[in-house]
């Protein structure tokens, strides 16, 4: 029998309750989200049973602390604006989403590549495996990439994407997010993630987004809609800064 | 500031999330698997399956590979991406720098097969593989020892986990490579600190 909403609120919620419990007693906080994840059907037969095994990155020859490099050829000019990709304009509500890239000692990460995809204003994706009843938009793909500047900031101009259902669930609906793919200097600092908007009332109901069970935590994956961002007759502003986690070697090469 | 500051790790990540099963237009570039390129003398190729819990292949999963270069530098270069200006599509790498990153796509049978040179980092010869999947909320970190032999990490654990490790040779420079998610012979995944 299929799973209704409510089945899967229940156990949201039992594992919103158990987290908050165990805060409460002292447990530490869970930045990311835990891999056993249930109420993410597709996570129940992908994530390790075993431990994670711990490598000390104390050895500057730990391959994982340093990590790929990109710079301007592997971009284009105009990549990270999504809405001039085609002969035509999209629609949709046009934003400009900018933020910093930094590491968790408030560093910028500089010259990294930085790539997102995304449902168009629809919330279809042009790819195949998205065949549900909302219109492709010809005039948008949805992919942009760039580079962070010397203050680790970079900056997108396109479309507000739309909800989209999946089957997770009947009637799972995705709240309208953006995916982000980022590099930090070293391996240990990749990340890929989703940036949400504000005030979404589908955030409750989205076993994805609740999957990070930490409230602040979750928050973080939420832009700021910032008006100083917005530009006249033109596009919408949200600001989103991204805090990498994991070793680099970088603190070790300085010295610091 | 010192490495045991206060000041340090003051900034809270952004939490991890699932790549999802749309990345596929966005993610992988063409040669995204040619670190080196297919068919030349020195490249050698690494293959092998990734599977789920019931050891069904995951035909959704999409791989990283960083490595040191032959000579052991772990500087990387730029270009693995290389594009076009003019078209905006994609020029391959240069085939001159080493640039030491890789990315696959799993196929239909959730297979993958990277092209690349053999890595000269110190002590045995590893490339790193960072896993994402629709279904994996945080992406997981593993090694393909290209060798066996004395490494801390090795060293370190019960000789079936090891030997999740170790990438199987098998002719023509290639080697076998498999990643078990879940379950039986589930393959070591790191944590780095
Ligand atoms: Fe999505």
């Avoid at chain 2, 239909?108 to 490339?127: E, K, S």
């Amino acid at each position: 029998m299929a799973l209704t909403q409510s089945d899967i609120d229940i156990e949201v919620n039992d594992l919103q309750n158990a987290y908050d419990k165990a805060r409460a007693a002292g447990a530490p906080v869970q930045n990311h989200p835990p891999r056993d994840y249930a109420p993410y059907r597709s996570s129940v037969l992908r994530h390790p049973k075993q431990p994670l095994v711990a490598v000390n990155g104390g050895d500057p020859e730990t391959v994982e602390l340093s990590g790929p490099v990109f710079g301007p050829t592997d971009i284009t000019d105009i990549d990270n604006d999504l809405t001039i990709q085609h002969q035509g304009e999209p629609l949709g509500e046009r934003i400009t989403v900018s933020g910093r890239l930094l590491d968790r000692d408030g560093r910028p990460v500089r010259g990294q590549l930085v790539e997102i995809w995304q449902a168009n204003a629809s919330g279809r994706y042009a790819h195949l495996r998205d065949q549900h009843p909302a219109p492709l938009d010809p005039n948008f793909t949805g992919v942009g990439r760039t580079l962070t500047d010397d203050e680790g900031r970079y900056r997108f101009t396109t479309i507000k994407p739309g909800a989209y259902p999946w089957r997770n669930h009947t009637n799972a609906w995705r709240p309208a997010h953006i995916h982000f793919s980022l590099f930090g200097t070293a391996f240990t600092q990749r990340l890929v993630t989703q940036m949400y908007f504000p005030n979404d009332p589908l955030f409750r109901y989205d076993p994805i987004l609740r999957s990070v069970t930490d409230e602040s935590a979750r928050n973080r994956l939420v832009a700021a809609y910032n008006h100083d961002l917005s530009q006249p007759e033109f596009s919408l502003g949200y600001e989103w800064d991204i805090v990498l986690d994991g070793p680099s070697a970088t603190w070790i090469e300085e010295g610091r | 500031m010192s490495e045991t500051s206060p000041m340090s790790e003051t900034l809270l990540p952004t939490p991890s999330h699932t790549v999802g099963p749309f990345y596929g237009y966005a993610l992988p570039f063409p040669e995204g698997e040619q670190v080196a390129p297919k068919g030349h003398p020195d490249t050698i190729a690494l293959h092998g399956y990734v599977l789920d819990g019931e050891g069904n292949p995951v035909p959704d999963a999409i791989l990283e590979f960083w490595q040191a270069g032959p000579d052991g530098s772990l500087k990387g270069a730029p270009g693995s991406l290389r594009r076009d200006p003019v078209t905006g599509g994609f020029l391959g790498r240069n085939g001159v720098d080493f640039t030491g990153f890789g990315r696959v796509a799993t196929d239909a049978d959730g297979h993958y097969a990277l092209y690349t040179l053999p890595p000269g980092n110190a002590g045995v010869p590893y490339i790193s593989v960072c896993v994402f999947a629709r279904g994996l909320l945080h992406h997981l970190y593993t090694r393909a020892y290209l060798a066996d032999g004395a490494d801390p990490l090795l060293d370190g654990l019960p000789a079936d986990r090891r030997a999740t490790l170790l990438a199987a040779e098998e002719p023509n420079r290639t080697y076998r490579f498999d990643i078990r998610l879940q379950g039986e012979g589930e393959t070591v995944f790191l944590e780095f600190q």
